[in-house]
């Protein structure tokens, strides 16, 4: 074998070396993007439990949900990174949306109501006290 042929082999061995830790790189940073997503999601899906179960336990107390996140009988703050906008729709229905501004893939809202239908805040909310995103 000539010289030529053997640096020539060494750089197709080299580039192709390259090519597949790049190929492994983009896939470990596509994963952790998923994982950073599906932590994301499952944080907004908790704080809206944990909303409804601290209006559950208020309404228990007053008979009616909390009109405020502020009242000071609710005991409850949206996690750190979720801006969440609440509103009692009449004293025996509420509904509450999340969103956390850095979910930059859909769906990036999610929320959750309590009482008839018609208080739900997105047309994909069926239920009553069952979170959903869209």
């Known amino acids: 074998m000539n010289r030529s042929t053997t ?49 559950n336990g208020y309404y228990a107390r007053h008979g009616e949900f909390a009109a405020t996140l502020t009242e000071p009988d609710l005991a409850f703050s949206p996690s750190p990174t979720i801006v969440l906008r609440f509103e009692r729709v009449a004293p025996d229905a509420w509904q509450g949306v999340a969103h956390d501004p850095e979910l930059r893939v859909a769906p990036t809202s999610c929320g959750v109501f309590e009482g008839p239908l018609a208080a739900s805040p997105h047309r994909s909310l069926l239920e009553a006290s069952v979170p959903g995103c869209w």
């Open 7 to 55: 640096v020539g082999r060494t750089r197709l061995i080299a580039l192709t070396v390259v090519a597949v830790a790049i190929l492994g790189i983009r896939f470990v940073q596509a994963r952790m993007e998923r994982a950073d997503v599906m932590a994301r999601r499952a944080a907004l899906l908790g704080d809206l439990r944990r909303l409804g179960t601290a209006q």
